[in-house]
């Protein structure tokens, strides 16, 4: 059964420097997601992205962030500028049409130290 | 702002037992979801409702448009059933929201 993966599985970075959060959504589908969970928080929404570009995004997902499919497949959340609060875990999801079941990665921890 | 509203926000329960989950949401959604996250932090997408009921082996889930409420129901539980149960809505397909989660633990 296809499935989604994410890389790294664990990042650790400092304080102010750039992350690049990598997905491969299943092969047929088009909607993509990005979503982080804070520990012991509930899960939040971050961004909505189809036909290349943003569908939708949350009130997190500020200036620091940006998400981009640059070879058809890899689909990355960038973070400029991390910062303490950015620790969380970030999970990519992907669905083969809108407003349908969404399959979910494992999930990439970051840690901002 | 769609505020969405699970409870109990924990459930222990005996192996065998039927356990129902509750889900309420503010406003007006196209779509509700039910995730399940085990401890180890993977999600899997349970159900996807716009309207009615649907059931997937033990698992039931059903939807009342007008009060703005889900449930999902296990029936026969079992410990390996235990795990975090999230509700989350969208009301445009693009933007979801997310429920707390109910935390689930069935005891043998």
């Known amino acids: 059964e296809p499935e989604v993966t994410q890389t790294p599985s664990h990042q650790v970075t400092q304080m102010g420097q750039e992350v690049i959060l990598r997905c491969v959504p299943i092969?047929?589908?088009?909607?993509f997601y990005w979503y982080r969970q804070i520990l012991g928080q509930k899960v939040e929404f971050l961004v909505s992205f189809y036909n290349n570009e943003i569908s939708e995004k949350s009130e997190i997902f500020d200036d620091q962030f940006s998400v981009e499919r640059p070879d058809g497949s890899n689909f990355t959340l960038k973070i400029r500028s991390t910062k303490l609060e950015d620790s969380a875990m970030y999970f990519c999801?992907?669905?083969?049409?809108?407003?349908?079941?969404?399959?979910f990665g494992p999930g990439t921890r970051l840690t901002v130290t | 702002k769609n505020e969405v509203e699970q409870s109990p926000q924990n459930l222990t329960a005996q192996e065998g037992e039927f356990i129902t989950i509750n889900c309420s949401y503010s406003v007006g959604i196209s779509a509700l979801h039910w995730l399940q996250q085990h401890p180890g932090g993977g999600i899997v997408s349970l159900f996807m409702?716009?309207?009615g009921k649907k059931k997937h082996g033990r698992l039931i889930a059903t939807i009342n448009i007008q009060e703005k409420h889900s449930s999902l129901h296990i029936t026969a539980s079992h410990p390996r059933d235990s795990a975090v149960y999230i509700c989350a809505v969208s009301f445009n397909g693009n933007q979801f929201y997310f429920g707390t989660g109910t935390s689930l633990t069935v005891i043998p």
């Open positions: 999801a992907g669905s083969g049409q809108g407003n349908t079941e969404q399959y």
């Open positions: 092969s047929n589908h088009l909607y």
């Open positions: 409702l716009s309207s």
